[in-house]
């Protein structure tokens, strides 16, 4: 166990063990990829105790879920680069038939991990080098259509400046074959579900033009049939 802040603590559960621990129960022939999970999860909305587990599963084996490492604190690692090294150790250690397939986080977590601006801010973006452009009280990363893509070479060069924050990048880019660009999947949650159809449902229901906005007879049938569709959605 080490300690990251004066009142947290990080236990190491070990990603080689873990896949060990798997390869028991499963058998795969040639490279294992591994898929990792890292995110914070608040422990009571009256405290600020919060956990951030990093966990992993070999790819085509999504039920076999292995904890790697687990953070507990009340406030988030200040370093992440601290909060992941025992991780990188090992994955660096771990490159025989054995790769970091891809690094899944909501937006907030992955410009936490990669030491980069917030989804919301200007040169955001985590696929092309696109400034964005604020509209009302919100920066959106579209103006240009005909940005370059992002690479995981501008990002080790730090190519744009402005993509970044503190003086330090992610120590990700030592495990070997690992892309930082490519190997996180984009935040589903935050860009289509909380982003562009939160907003697209508030204009349908409340502050859109009077023109786009729904009668209330459709927002009533609408609610109907979402609540007869309840009971098949897990």
């Not at 795969?28 to 591994?34: A, H, Y």
């Not at 919060?50 to 966990?55: E, N, S, T």
């Not at 790769?99 to 980069?116: E, R, T």
């Not at 103006?143 to 995981?152: A, G, I, L």
Request: hydrophobic share 40%; net charge positive; with cysteine.
């Amino acid at each position: 166990m080490q300690t990251l802040l004066s009142s947290s603590n990080y236990y190491c559960f070990g990603l080689k063990k873990g896949i060990e621990n798997t390869l028991k129960r499963v058998k795969i022939e040639g490279n294992i990829k591994v898929v990792v999970g890292i995110d914070g999860l608040p422990l009571a909305k009256s405290s600020s105790s919060q956990f951030w587990p990093i966990l992993a599963y070999l790819d085509s084996y999504k039920e076999y879920i292995f904890l790697i490492g687990l953070y507990h604190g009340h406030k988030k690692p200040a370093d992440s680069n601290d909060f992941l090294r025992d991780f990188i150790d090992e994955a660096e250690d771990l490159v025989i038939n054995v790769s970091i397939h891809a690094i899944c986080a909501d937006a907030p977590a992955k410009s936490f991990i990669l030491k980069i601006k917030g989804h919301t801010g200007y040169f955001s973006c985590t696929r092309c080098l696109a400034e964005g452009e604020h509209v009302g009280s919100t920066c959106f990363p579209f103006k240009d259509s005909n940005s370059r893509e992002r690479t995981h070479e501008d990002y080790i060069n730090r190519r744009q400046e402005e993509h970044h924050v503190g003086d330090s990048l992610s120590d990700l880019i030592r495990i070997p074959g690992f892309d930082v660009v490519k190997s996180f999947p984009l935040d589903y949650m935050h860009l289509v579900a909380l982003g562009v159809m939160r907003k697209l449902i508030h204009f349908w229901l409340h502050k859109g033009p009077l023109t786009v906005r729904l009668p209330s007879w459709k927002i009533k049938k609408i609610s109907t049939n979402l609540m007869f569709l309840k009971s098949a959605i897990t």
